[in-house]
Structures are given as C-alpha cells and as structure tokens.
T-cell receptor, first 108, second 113 residues
Framework: TQLLEQSPQFLSIQEGENLTVYCNSSSVFSSLQWYRQEPGEGPVLLVT?????EVKKLKRLTFQFGDARKDSSLHITAAQPGDTGLYLC????????FGQGTILTVHP | GAGVSQSPSNKVTEKGKDVELRCDPI?????LYWYRQSLGQGLEFLIY????????KSGLPSDRFSAERTGGSVSTLTIQRTQQEDSAVYLCASSLGSWVEQYFGPGTRLTVT
C-alpha cells in the first residue's frame, strides 16, 4: 500500500491547456513537497507546503495543501512543453517517501 | 554553487559483476540519501546517512547492497554480484539536516546485461 497516491499516473495534453495533479493519503502530514524530474535528471524541489489550507503559487503553478493535511494538488495553468516531466509528491513520514509520480507530456 | 554530483552517469555491467556508484553531496550538507528509480516508477528509498553513520538502512533490497560515507562527504553505493533486476537509475540526494528539503544529483543509470 502506497503511503502517497498520485493521480493521474499519465497525463498528455496540448499546449495551453490547464491540468491538475493530485496527491492523496489517509495519513496526516506535517509537510508535503512537490518535485519535478526531467528525463536524465534528478528531481528538483518545487515547493514545500506545511499549513493546512495553504496555497502557494510559482508562476503558472499553484500548489494547495488540504485543510486536513492529508492531500495536496498541483494545478498548472496554460501548460507549456517545458512543463513536461515527472511530478512527484513526497513527505517526511519518518523518512522521505514519494508517490509514484505523474508523467506529464505537453504537446506543442 | 556546485550541486550534487554522481559518477558514473551511465554504467553497463555484466550479471554477476560488482559495481560502485559514487555521490558527491553539496558541501556542508550533513545528510545524504540513496534512492533507486526504475523506469516510469517513483523513488525507492535505499539508505540514509547522517554524517558518516547510517541510522536507516531499511531500504537496502538485499545483502548484496552496501553503502559507506567517509569524511562526512563522499558516499559510495556498492552492489555485489549484480542481477538484471538491479537495473535502474540510482539517485543520490543531500540536505542540510535530516529529511528536510533534499537536493538530488543527476543519477547513475545502471544496466545489468
């Protein structure tokens, strides 16, 4: 059983579309992190959310931490081909544990 | 400043051979982590170092896997008698403290033929 469940697993969209990626769990977390990984590279930290209900924006990316701190979402507005990659959520639940990831492909 | 570096970037080895993978963390980072990522999969935790000691080795998949860290800096992950199922990307990360925001290296792609 995965501590963190991400959905969807795959997402293929056209440039300019909006999308949302979800990270869910039955456990409560003190914080949650989102990473993006491009092919041939290691994951790069995008944001850490720590407060229930918190919303953070990073240009076209909006991250939300659920009120109960059990889930999080990543919303991308007007996706661009440069957004293509593997998006991972992770949390320090004793050790840093990751979801299985969402592979996003944005077609020009 | 310099990020986490890993070497080699690619390694092809024959089944049964031993391999060593190296990680150079960011200078000053006391915590170091090894993960394994299979194609299209998330990250699988292998081992964590705080300084030179490894308080958590729970992710090592078998006794063929071992890791050490010397001088609180460079770490080496060794896989003995490699098997085809060991083929994966091995990622190293470091952080200023334990389990806080981690910075990843580019990984070593290991292929066992």
């Amino acid at each position: 059983t995965q501590l963190l469940e991400q959905s969807p697993q795959f997402l293929s969209i056209q440039e300019g579309e909006n999308l949302t990626v979800y990270c869910n769990s039955s456990s409560v977390f003190s914080s949650l992190q989102w990473y993006r990984q491009e092919p041939g590279e290691g994951p790069v930290l995008l944001v850490t959310v720590v407060t229930g209900g918190e919303v953070k924006k990073l240009k076209r990316l909006t991250f939300q931490f659920g009120d109960a701190r059990k889930d999080s979402s990543l919303h991308i507005t007007a996706a661009q081909p440069g957004d293509t990659g593997l998006y991972l959520c992770g949390t320090s639940y004793g050790k840093l544990t990751f979801g299985q990831g969402t592979i996003l492909t944005v077609h020009p | 400043g310099a990020g986490v570096s890993q070497s080699p970037s690619n390694k092809v080895t024959e089944k049964g051979k031993d391999v060593e993978l190296r990680c150079d963390p960011i200078s000053g980072h006391t915590a170091l982590y090894w993960y394994r990522q299979s194609l299209g999969q998330g990250l699988e935790f292998l081992i964590y170092f705080q300084g030179n000691s490894a308080p958590d080795k729970s992710g090592l998949p078998s006794d063929r896997f071992s890791a050490e860290r010397t001088g609180g800096s460079v770490s080496t992950l060794t896989i003995q008698r490699t098997q085809q199922e060991d083929s994966a990307v091995y990622l190293c990360a470091s952080s200023l403290g334990s389990w806080v925001e981690q910075y990843f290296g580019p990984g070593t792609r290991l292929t066992v033929t």
